[in-house]
């Protein structure tokens, strides 16, 4: 079945950037997404790209898409402790039904 | 790792019935769930929080009397949507929080006809 998968932890330096990736199996995905889930509160959709971009930036993050290697990165640059949470990677697929298939999550830890 | 299962995965009933969608966390407490929606080809929509042994938070715009969720122990919490119609016809998904980490139901295909 369609797969999604992230590491699942990162620590870095405050100031430092921190770049999550992310493959996926869907060659037909139109939409990737990267969520932001901090302790106890829901998803928040961070940014996405469309499957014919190769990359978009929206002030501090940065997103890479390789679609012959389906790879999808986030890079957070001038990485601050408010950004310590669990980033989800997430495609659609599924033609008409367009479902979202999600990462296991990736925890990053930002250290002062 | 830790697994959530969703169920039903699929389900199509008639309009005016109710439909109740199960989220389990089959090998942790969860302290909190999540209940998102989606639309075909769309973001998750945040529905509702729920805590276990209390009333869900509900998002802006979701009827709470319609989307009925019940957090009755630290496995499983449930969201019934009632007297269903077919603008209800949503992919819905749930996650469970534990310890710090998050983790995804399957998801329910829900059509009503």
Known sequence: GEDVEQS???SVREGDSSVINCTYTDSSSTYLYWYKQEPGAGLQLLTYIFSNMDMKQDQRLTVLLNKKDKHLSLRIADTQTGDSAIYF???????????????????????? | GAVVSQHPSWVICKSGTSVKIECRSLDF???????YRQFPKQSLMLMA???EGSKATYEQGVEKDKFLINHA????????????HPEDSSFYICSAEGDGEAFFGQGTRLTVV
């Not at chain 2, 122990?73 to 269903?84: I, R, Y």
């Open chain 2, 29 to 35: 407490q969860a302290t909190t769930m999540f209940w």
């Open chain 2, 49 to 51: 929080t729920s805590n």
């Open chain 1, 8 to 10: 699942l932890f990162l």
């Open chain 2, 73 to 84: 122990s630290l496995t499983l919490s449930t969201l019934t949507v009632t007297s269903a």
């Open chain 1, 89 to 112: 990677c997430a495609e659609i697929y599924g033609g008409s039904q367009g479902n979202l298939i999600f990462g296991k999550g990736t925890k990053l830890s930002v250290k002062p």
